[in-house]
Nanobody
Framework: QVHLVESGGGLVQAGESLRLSCLASGRIFDIKTMGWYRQAPEKERELVAVIRTGGSTIYADSVKGRFTISGDNAKNAVYLQMNSLKFEDTAVYYC?????????????WGQGTQVTVSS
């Protein structure tokens, strides 16, 4: 069982910054990626940013240049620095972890943290 605990969400004004943190604990092995997804009301969950164990990253086009994902392998942690926040960034942000065992991929999700950006 893997537990992901997010923190750092909140209410900010447009143009301000927030930093999200996610710590993973439990039975963790061979992490493939850690990342952040978000889901706004009445919308599908979407990828925000992902970091692979080797350090390479993927960003959604909508956040490139504004958000930065980083990880700490020793702590099984992932962070998301969000700058120049926009109203459309308002969503519940979920931490995601993917591990592999052989050909099987295991995915875990956090409970989510609310980010609200007022315009």
């Amino acid at each position: 069982q893997v537990h992901l605990v997010e923190s750092g969400g909140g209410l900010v004004q447009a143009g301000e910054s927030l930093r999200l943190s996610c710590l993973a604990s439990g039975r963790i092995f061979d992490i493939k990626t850690m990342g952040w997804y978000r889901q706004a009301p009445e919308k599908e969950r979407e990828l925000v940013a992902v970091i692979r164990t080797g350090g390479s990253t993927i960003y959604a086009d909508s956040v490139k240049g504004r958000f930065t994902i980083s990880g700490d392998n020793a702590k099984n942690a992932v962070y998301l620095q969000m700058n120049s926040l926009k109203f459309e960034d308002t969503a519940v942000y979920y931490c995601n972890l993917e591990m592999t065992s052989g050909i099987t991929t295991f995915k875990s999700w956090g409970q989510g943290t609310q980010v609200t950006v007022s315009s």
